[in-house]
């Protein structure tokens, strides 16, 4: 099934073509007005430059107007073959379709509301034959079974005609036209960009990347550049102010020589508040007696650290080179935001 674009933002227009896969654009002069232009031959021009194939307007009382009409747009320098005229159906209409169609060019029969004008279009030779579905749907009207009628009416018969399925108001419409056995949709951007969305879809890509995170990226390409470390002869007043400025939960605390002493956490804070009181504030940070911190190599992988988080259930831990403290990995670093 062909897809195309209906539209006449030129900024969603030059995005959605990037995805280097739609067969063309639909549009209409209700687009252009809503969208603000004013020339409307200079944006059909910047339009069929930018799009593999063009579908536009092609208006008229008779099937004489009609023709001249796309003659008058063929001269701006569009493409024959790259343009698809979009005539509304009417006895006029499908006679401009055959003298278009027997010349080479290419038609879209459209504002069909019956299996009747369907068939006198696809007798035309139109190339494309186009039920609005949303807005015979506003209108009271079954459309899918019309839509469902005209692909059989198209098969049984052997019509090259296409059948497009138009006026899309929600996805669901897009599983229409593929049940329905549809040849072409036109869908809007916003409702094209949706059509890849599905929540389990993302929690599997989410999982496959982080995972692949964790047995690929090693801990010191994880860690940030912040190294919170305070030497032993600083006061407790200042380390906690060292640790809101670093925003860690803790600091690491070393000797004059760099050597590691232990980690001091705001937990441990607390607990020496409620032992010993405030007094505890004019303390040095080498007052204090450490136990072995948590810790982990700048080469181990992410799958390693995520082991210790597991198993300890901290939520920091320090990460040494060669022993020499260098950083902290936070649980949150486990993630590739």
């Not at 072409?184 to 409702?191: Q, R």
Request: charged letters at 20%; glycine letters at 8%; a negative charge.
């Amino acid at each position: 099934m062909e897809l195309y674009l209906d539209s006449a933002d030129l900024k969603e227009i030059k995005e959605a073509f990037q995805l280097g896969f739609l067969t063309g654009l639909t549009t209409t002069p209700t687009f252009m007005h809503r969208e603000g232009v004013r020339d409307l031959d200079a944006t059909i021009v910047e339009l069929s430059k930018i799009v593999p194939v063009l579908q536009i307007e092609a208006l008229g009382e008779t099937a004489e107007a009609i023709v001249a009409d796309a003659d008058r747009q063929l001269a701006l320098g569009l493409d024959p073959q790259r343009t698809v005229f979009k005539i509304p159906v009417s006895l006029e209409g499908v006679k401009a379709c055959r003298t278009l169609v027997d010349r080479g060019l290419k038609v879209n029969v459209h504002l069909v509301y019956t299996i009747q004008q369907a068939y006198m279009a696809a007798v035309a030779g139109a190339t494309y034959i186009c039920v609005l579905a949303g807005r015979m749907q506003d209108q009271g009207y079954d459309a899918l079974t019309l839509i469902g009628d005209v692909v059989e009416l198209v098969d049984a018969y052997g019509f090259d005609s296409k059948v497009m399925f138009s006026s899309v108001r929600n996805t669901e419409h897009v599983r229409n036209a593929i049940d329905l056995g549809c040849h072409t949709i036109t869908v809007p951007w916003k409702l094209m960009k949706a059509l890849t969305e599905n929540n389990f879809t993302a929690i599997g890509t989410n999982q496959f990347i982080e995972h692949t995170r964790l047995i690929t990226v090693t801990v010191g390409q994880a860690i940030n550049s912040i190294n919170p470390i305070v030497t032993e002869d600083l006061s407790v007043t200042e380390a906690i102010v060292k640790m809101t400025e670093f925003g860690f939960g803790c600091v690491t605390v070393v000797d004059a020589a760099g050597n590691l002493k232990g980690v001091f956490t705001d937990g441990d804070l607390r607990r020496k508040l409620a032992e010993f009181g405030r007094d505890i504030l004019s303390k040095t940070m080498g007052d204090f007696e450490y136990g072995t911190p948590i810790s982990i190599e700048t080469n181990q992988l992410l799958d390693a650290a995520a082991a210790i988080f597991k198993k300890t259930s901290v939520d920091t831990i320090l990460v040494t080179e060669n022993g020499k403290p260098v950083g902290m990995l936070d649980i949150q670093d486990l993630k590739n935001d």
